[in-house]
């Protein structure tokens, strides 16, 4: 008999570590390499980014990703921004996702970033050469979309305008170096064709905004302010609280809270709210599944938009978008 217990013993151990090995390895598959993702947008701290940070914290818990959410100032130069980049994955980054300040003229930049680690590009598309690897995509609005729905908006508040009467118009273009705010102001224009507007100034991003705004509606007055993304929304809403010129309708595309408040104060018409939570959280979502199974292939991802004034501002959908929880 003892002999038995003998003969069993090291079977009885063996099939232990067998036992052991495969909760070890189960363990592993279920939580996987704690990988870390690196985020860097143009003055991060800003109110506008808030509902997109929100989807980046979430997709983060969800997927167990280390969030590095990069603190940057205002970003216009392309070489800075790459070099901010590298910075990041020489300190650890298994993936990055950026908003480019600049859209042509990039692809060796793009395919020398992509080489090393996975990019999702937001906001706008960039530039790049064919990616045979799926290493880098965009999480952006259909930014054409975007444009006309602004414009659709003009034209439904100025139908009884007569034909003959001009529209003097003010646009606050955004960064016009990013093929999304060309595409915004090609489907603005397309949408307003039949409308008699008259273009009285056009100011595009520069860390000068505030001031061009100012020079340029003092010389040529705008009875119509169209902006073509947040950050001009809240430079032209400033300008016209400052300036008491509350004669003038504002149009345009944006997410932040500032905004809102001015949406509930009437001082803006109509407002375009991009769904930036959802680009946060789709971007470093496909990023986590290309990292934890690298045959994996990033794509192309288009975010929804919504129309909001005042009529609609806090109905349930659009408080969402503004206001997003991170369970």
Same mark, same amino acid.
């Given at each position: 008999?003892n002999?038995?217990?003998e003969f $069993?013993?090291?079977i009885?151990?063996a099939?232990?570590i067998?036992? /052991?090995f495969?909760l070890v /390895?189960?363990?592993k598959g279920i939580?996987?390499? =704690?990988?870390?993702i690196?985020v860097?947008?143009? &003055?991060?701290?800003?109110?506008r ?7 980046l ?11 590095d ?10 070489q800075e921004?790459v070099?901010?980049?590298?910075? @990041?994955?020489?300190?650890g980054?298994d993936g990055?996702?950026?908003?480019f ?9 793009v395919?020398s970033?992509? *080489? @090393?680690?996975?990019v999702?590009?937001?906001v #706008?598309?960039? +530039? *790049?050469d ?5 290493n ?7 930014n054409?979309?975007?444009g006309?729905?602004?414009g ?11 034909e ?5 118009v003010? /646009?606050v273009?955004g ?6 705010? !060309? !595409?915004? $102001?090609k489907?603005f /224009?397309d949408?307003t064709?039949n ?5 009285v ?5 520069? @860390? ?5 705004? +100012?020079?340029?509606?003092?010389? &040529? ?6 902006c ?6 809240e430079? *032209?809403?400033?300008y016209?609280?400052?300036a ?11 997410c ?8 509930d104060?009437g001082?803006?018409?109509s407002?375009?709210l991009?769904n930036d939570?959802?680009?946060?959280? !789709?971007?470093l979502?496909?990023l986590?599944?290309k990292?934890? =199974?690298? #045959?994996s292939?990033?794509e192309?991802?288009e975010i ?5 004034n005042?009529?609609? $501002?806090?109905?349930?959908d659009?408080?969402q978008?503004l206001?997003?929880i991170? @369970?």
């Amino acid at each position: 008999m003892n002999e038995d217990k003998e003969f $069993l013993r090291p079977i009885v151990v063996a099939t232990l570590i067998v036992i /052991m090995f495969c909760l070890v /390895m189960l363990t592993k598959g279920i939580n996987p390499e =704690n990988y870390k993702i690196s985020v860097i947008v143009s &003055n991060s701290s800003e109110g506008r980014w808030v509902p997109f940070k929100a989807g980046l914290e979430q997709a983060a818990k969800d997927n167990g990703i280390e969030l590095d959410y990069v603190y940057t100032d205002y970003i216009d130069n392309i070489q800075e921004e790459v070099s901010l980049i590298n910075s @990041r994955i020489s300190q650890g980054a298994d993936g990055v996702i950026a908003e480019f300040c600049l859209s042509e003229g990039i692809h060796e930049i793009v395919s020398s970033i992509s *080489a @090393r680690v996975p990019v999702e590009f937001v906001v #706008t598309t960039v +530039e *790049a050469d064919a990616d045979v690897r799926g290493n880098h995509a965009t999480v952006a609005p259909d930014n054409y979309a975007v444009g006309r729905a602004i414009g659709n908006e003009l034209v439904i508040d100025l139908k009884n305008r007569s034909e003959e009467e001009s529209i003097k118009v003010g /646009m606050v273009s955004g960064n016009q170096k990013q093929f999304g705010m !060309q !595409q915004r $102001l090609k489907g603005f /224009m397309d949408a307003t064709e039949n409308l008699n507007l008259e273009i009285v100034w056009n100011v595009s991003e520069s @860390r000068y905004t505030d001031e061009d705004i +100012e020079k340029s509606d003092a010389k &040529n007055p705008a009875e119509v302010i169209v902006c073509l993304d947040n950050d001009s929304m809240e430079k *032209a809403v400033d300008y016209c609280s400052k300036a008491n010129t509350e004669n003038k309708s504002i149009y345009g595309s944006g997410c932040s809270e500032k905004l809102v408040y001015y949406i509930d104060s009437g001082m803006i018409d109509s407002m375009i709210l991009t769904n930036d939570f959802s680009m946060g959280y !789709q971007s470093l979502s496909d990023l986590a599944l290309k990292l934890q =199974n690298r #045959t994996s292939v990033l794509e192309d991802r288009e975010i929804s938009f919504s129309v909001v004034n005042k009529d609609n $501002l806090f109905g349930e959908d659009n408080q969402q978008i503004l206001f997003p929880i991170v @369970r």
